[in-house]
């Protein structure tokens, strides 16, 4: 008799074990780790878009319905799904599946616990108030600062473009501090950015793009202004 109590017991604990009734409570600290696979593209402050769209409000949206957000795919503005919590646990566990035929890159999260964790911390970071503060974009070069959330209408001299010339592979990019850097072409990223925090019309920024100091984003403010204030020069 006794026997046989232990043994159910043990086979108790193996289901226990098992079993997602008996899994972890869902943990928002724990689901802000996992966030920060999605931080890269995905802003929680309304409005600030990335690669992708902000998440503010996320929940009882539509999907493709941030109205500024412009890059959203035929096939997710056309998908009539509304986010909620099984919508979104369905995204984030195969975004093809639950959308066919969606642009976003991000193959999905298998693991049950790592997803409610992840939906707990989205629930309570993406209500007006609450989201977290994100890191900026990282990289250094020369001493500059990463992009990220750098307001680019007061960035120092050391940022401000004062002109950029252009010879076979490269770019010579001088700033308001006195300072030229070269460029190999590939590793100068022509950018725009209309925000508020983009640069003045006219006074494009340098940013550091890369860790070891040999990349950088020149941002203008529209892109009209790209092709006049690059000149040709050997």
């Excluded at 919508?87 to 890159?105: A, C, E, R, S």
């Excluded at 790592?114 to 250094?140: E, I, M, N, V, Y």
């Amino acid at each position: 008799m006794q026997r046989r109590l232990i043994l159910a017991l043990v086979a108790v604990g193996v289901l226990m074990a098992f079993s997602p009734a008996w899994s972890a409570k869902p943990d928002p600290n724990r689901g802000q780790r996992v966030f920060a696979t999605c931080a890269a593209c995905h802003s929680l402050e309304p409005n600030r878009s990335m690669t992708g769209p902000s998440l503010a409000d996320l929940w009882n949206r539509k999907a493709g319905g941030l109205a500024s957000f412009q890059r959203y795919s035929s096939a997710l503005k056309s998908s009539e799904v509304v986010w909620n919590d099984k919508t979104l646990d369905d995204w984030i566990k195969d975004p093809q599946h639950l959308v066919p035929g969606n642009d976003m890159t991000f193959q999905g999260i298998e693991d049950d616990q790592q997803r409610a964790d992840l939906l707990a911390f989205l629930k309570q970071s993406t209500q007006p108030g609450h989201a977290p503060s994100q890191p900026g974009r990282g990289g250094q070069m020369g001493g500059m600062m990463g992009g990220g959330d750098l307001n680019l209408k007061t960035v120092g001299p050391e940022h401000r473009v004062q002109a950029i010339s252009y010879c076979r592979d490269t770019y010579r990019v001088s700033t308001a501090d006195g300072k030229t850097r070269a460029f190999w072409e590939r590793n100068l990223c022509l950018m725009i950015d209309s925000s508020e925090n983009g640069p003045q019309s006219g006074v494009p920024a340098l940013v550091g793009a890369g860790m070891m100091g040999d990349r950088a984003d020149a941002i203008f403010a529209a892109p009209d202004e790209i092709s006049g204030f690059i000149k040709q020069k050997c």
